[in-house]
């Protein structure tokens, strides 16, 4: 895929779930969320262009620290989610302020891995940015559904035999 292909799809993506994000939403907890996730990161895997040839361990080196930051961000935007039972037993969920901010920051981090790596003359493509957002909306979707689940637990709890 080219990099504009690229960049438009990390943008309409992107888009896509902070708006999601900003409403309140039914949890779908069965929700095979881990799709989209998949489908970006086999998009980007097929790119040979992933990693710099001509600077393998320094591009190697960006790749892992981005994925890296992109777990732990994705586990911060996890957890600014807010998650509560509606009447009905349903689980919705809504981004917060605290979302948007960890938007913010996984987009500074992001940009400062690119400026190092232009510092240092590494090419990096496009595709590793799809596969860092497919790392982020993974991680992000387990821990709230992780979470989801575990205001389940006082209820079954509750449950007589």
């Known amino acids: 895929m080219t990099a504009l292909v690229n960049i438009v799809v990390i943008i309409a993506v992107m888009v896509l779930v902070v ?3 900003m409403r309140a939403q039914r949890l779908d907890t069965e929700r095979r969320f881990w799709l989209l996730p998949l489908i970006l990161g086999v998009l980007a895997l097929r790119d040979p262009q992933l990693i ?9 080196a960006l790749v892992g620290c981005g994925l890296a930051a992109v ?3 994705g586990s911060v935007w996890g957890w600014t989610v807010r998650l509560w039972r509606a ?4 689980v919705w969920a809504k981004g917060t302020k605290a979302t ?8 500074a981090i992001r940009l400062a891995l ?3 790596g232009a510092a240092l003359h590494v090419h990096q493509a496009g595709s590793a940015l799809l596969l860092g957002l497919a790392v982020l909306l993974l991680t992000r979707s387990f821990v709230v559904n992780w979470r989801a689940r575990a205001l389940d637990l006082p209820q079954q709890a509750a449950v007589p035999r």
Not at 52 to 60: G, P
Not at 100 to 107: D, I, N, Q
């Open 71 to 73: 777990v732990a961000m």
């Open 19 to 21: 708006q999601r994000q």
């Open 52 to 60: 710099d040839h001509q600077h393998t361990a320094l591009s190697a």
């Open 87 to 90: 009447g009905d037993g349903s």
């Open 100 to 107: 948007v901010a960890a938007w913010v920051g996984m987009l």
């Open 114 to 116: 690119y400026g190092i």
